[in-house]
């Protein structure tokens, strides 16, 4: 299984990015599709994860400014961030979980700056 993200680059403060993930390869006993990051200096974290038939789970630092939508059946995800901080600045990956195994991205860098 093979996830590849695209869509990061340089953004202002409150402007707007559209991160996309596409997942290829057989994948058994999908569980689920999702964001993570990890900033300079600072722990791995959760963005959003959207589990197959279950309630999307987000970060409360992004709630009501990002938005995940995951297609099960292509095994892509998105996520739209508006209203970009300089907080928000990190490497962002994708990641699926299919069973008990979990698949990584390559990551995608998000920078927000003026």
Known sequence: VQLQASGGGLVQPGGS????CAAS?????????GWYRQAPGKQ?????FSPS??????????KGRFTISTDPAKN??????????????AVYYCKVTAG???????????TVSS
């Open 17 to 20: 990015l559209r991160l996309s």
């Open 53 to 62: 038939g279950g309630f999307t789970n987000y970060a409360d630092s992004v």
């Open 44 to 48: 791995h974290e959760l963005v959003a």
């Open 25 to 33: 390869g057989s994948i058994f006993s999908f569980n689920g599709m």
């Open 76 to 89: 892509t995800a998105n996520l739209q961030m508006n209203s970009l901080k300089p907080e928000d600045t």
């Open 100 to 110: 008990l195994a979990a698949y990584w991205g390559q990551g995608t860098l998000v």
